[in-house]
């Protein structure tokens, strides 16, 4: 049988995560509009500067590594921003709260992930954008 187009691009997504350089969580992001790749993000460190696996993770009050930018956001960045209007984020995880509203500013209109990462902002966040939650 074959796999929904949601599964489907939730496992390139696992795929694309694999690149992440930080180890504390291995996140990929693509994004897809009318059943074709837009762009593709995993967590990883600003252009030329350190990664975490090499120098370790820079960590910041919360707990949170800060020296990586998430998935979402690289994704959104490489995209072409015409084509994020109506788009579906494939995430393996469900988004931060930055990552919701980098994804709800830039346009998309679904957001399809697989492991659960809640956090008590998405609500607000994601509140216009259709958010569906595929565990494995």
Not at 75 to 100: F, I, M, Q
Not at 108 to 114: E, H, N, T, Y
Not at 123 to 131: A, K, M, P, S
């Amino acid at each position: 049988m074959r796999k929904s187009w949601d599964h489907y691009f939730l496992d390139i997504a696992t795929e694309v995560g694999t690149r992440s350089t930080c180890p504390r969580l291995h996140v990929g992001c693509v994004i897809v509009k009318d059943k074709h790749i837009v762009s593709t993000g995993y967590n990883g460190s600003i252009h030329g500067h350190d990664h975490c696996e090499d120098v370790g993770c820079l960590i910041n009050d919360q707990g949170r590594c800060i020296r990586t930018l998430h998935a979402e956001l690289n994704a959104v960045l490489h995209a072409d921003r015409s084509l994020l209007k109506g788009a579906t984020a494939y995430v393996t995880h469900e988004p931060c709260e930055n990552c919701a509203k980098t994804l709800a500013q830039s346009g998309i209109a679904r957001v399809v992930f697989r492991d659960a990462y809640p956090n008590k902002w998405n609500e607000h966040f994601l509140r216009d954008i259709e958010v569906i939650h595929l565990p494995k």
